[in-house]
């Protein structure tokens, strides 16, 4: 397998920056205080140094916002819905270009990064249509000649801050909805994504200044925690989602809170998949390698359990081993490769310490776990994906590691599977594989997790349903039909055309 000098990589940086109208080379600064690094996980090289933004700076950008949420949220919704509308054509325009710095990036396949692009598309074409109906309901009052009705009105500034792992797709679930709702967003990327973050909101800027939207629409800050920090304390800031650990959103969470902010939470995923007797063994394959493996494990909705009944487990870790060993592990820019690279040698590190976890409670390591590619890329950090048989549901296993470790525990009673599932921190996403419609509809019902699937994997959530979780993944519900009411200010209005004054409850005064 060939492997990409630093030259190509950065030559395939300037070619989707260029695309989505920035200069490279321009971006670029010394080595400085006032500069980070911009990685890349598929070398684990710099490409250069790209100046930072400073707390000043980020507070000077939410007055900025406020003054653009003053006009912007008095221009007509569906009016608000063609920025959306124009980002969605230029994201399709530029699919490949984003997809390329995604790549660069995050260390994902063409095909992958391709599809978190897709992503953002669909929720801007979801986010065009709900902007004719961010509809209220009409209540009967209990006065006569009265109207009681509910109204939505923009909200204000919408401070996102992503993760890594999917650098555009979430923010495009955010803004997407939050422009259509009559919003103005800033955005902290992660460190690691700053490039394609600077592609999408540039993408974004050109759409807001076709339609004639009001300038800084939508900014980014560039930086580190310190500069998020900003958007999470600044009280002008009306709703917070964020994307990240558990450990970032116990951490920003009551910082919101304590200033009355809104709160929106993304948190850890620990998703497991349940395979019964009568499931059908080549389709539970499939769906769990590529959930398990694929995007490195990296995923949010990363299957990380496998829950398979005692009578067909050999048969299917057999073949979920020997697909492991099938699997082109290299850099995300060859032919063919189907994992890439982890993010950083942290990530290479909290794998190691799992596996050596696992180990030690009890664990048998039944393939993969460990690093290649180090001559070809000796600061990259390149893993085959494992598989571990545990003896039960240990520590281990309850904690989240961001990488591919698939844990294989069996059971006999359906009842015990599905508490097994439910008895780990976080609540993301789930899965069984069954023919059996009973066993079936017992998960579906018992999973305490956000999202819960028949017949297919944990991850790759459609933009059409609701996305989140529930205990520590935070319960924020992002994209999806309903999720447009967190980016908008509810009201209750009481219209009264009787000409009398009748009082609520019969309460006489006067
Ligand atoms: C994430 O991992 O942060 O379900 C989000 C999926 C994607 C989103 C994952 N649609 O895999």
């Known amino acids: 397998m060939t492997f990409p000098s630093q030259d190509a990589i950065i030559q395939l940086t300037r070619e989707g920056l260029a695309a989505c109208g920035i200069d490279f080379d321009s971006l670029l600064t010394d080595e400085s205080a006032q500069s980070m690094p911009l990685p890349s996980p598929i070398t684990g090289q710099v490409l250069g140094h790209i100046a930072v933004d400073t707390p000043e700076s980020a507070a000077e950008a939410v007055a900025k916002s406020q003054q653009a949420f003053r006009q912007w949220k008095d221009v007509p919704a569906p009016v608000r819905g063609k920025v959306v509308q124009r980002w969605g054509r230029l994201l399709e325009e530029h699919k490949d270009d984003l997809a390329k710095l995604v790549t660069v990036e995050a260390g994902k396949t063409p095909s992958e990064a391709a599809g978190e692009v897709q992503e953002m598309i669909d929720i801007c074409e979801l986010a065009v249509g709900q902007s004719r109906q961010m509809y209220g309901k009409t209540m009967p009052s209990e006065r006569p000649g009265h109207r009681l009705m509910e109204t939505w009105h923009p909200l204000g500034v919408v401070g996102i801050i992503t993760a890594f792992n999917f650098p555009v797709a979430p923010y495009a679930w955010n803004t997407a909805l939050a422009i259509a709702c009559g919003d103005t967003v800033i955005w902290k990327p992660s460190e690691a994504s700053t490039l394609s973050a600077l592609g999408a909101n540039a993408l974004l800027a050109q759409a807001a200044k076709e ?55 993304e948190l850890g995923g620990n998703n497991a998949a349940i395979v019964a007797p009568s499931a059908d063994m080549d389709l539970s394959l499939r769906g769990a390698v590529f959930a398990a493996a694929g995007t490195a494990g990296q995923r949010c909705t990363t299957l990380r359990r496998l829950i398979v009944h005692a009578d067909i487990v050999d048969e299917l870790v057999g073949k979920i081993v020997d697909a492991y060993g099938t699997l082109s592990i290299g850099a995300p820019t060859e032919d063919g490769v189907l994992v890439g690279p982890l993010i950083s040698k942290k990530a290479f590190d909290d794998m190691q310490a799992a596996l050596e976890a696992a180990k030690a409670q009890g664990g048998e390591v039944l393939c993969g776990g460990g690093r290649v590619l180090a001559d070809d890329a000796p600061d990259a950090y390149y893993v085959e994906p494992a598989v571990v048989k545990m003896p039960g549901q240990t520590e281990i296993v309850e904690a989240e590691t961001f990488a591919p470790i698939l844990y294989v525990m069996e059971y006999t009673d359906l009842d015990d599977a599905i508490e097994l599932n439910n008895a780990v921190p976080q609540g993301l996403s789930s899965a069984i594989f069954t023919q059996d419609q009973a066993e079936a509809e017992r998960f579906l019902a018992g999973s305490d997790t956000g999202i819960a699937n028949v017949n297919i994997g944990t991850s790759g959530a459609e933009i059409g349903g609701a996305f989140g979780g529930t205990k520590e993944t935070g319960g924020g519900r992002e994209s999806g039909a309903d999720s447009w009411q967190a980016y908008m200010r509810q009201a209750t209005n009481t219209v009264n055309y009787s000409g009398e004054l009748p009082l609520a409850q019969g309460v006489k005064f006067l």
């Open 211 to 265: 339609e004639g939207a009001p300038d800084n629409l939508n900014l980014l800050l560039v930086g580190d925690r310190s500069v998020g920090e900003v958007l999470v304390e600044d009280e002008r800031v009306a709703l917070l989602s964020a994307t990240g650990s558990v450990p970032m959103g116990r951490a920003v969470g009551p910082k919101v809170q304590q200033r009355f902010g809104r709160l929106l939470l």
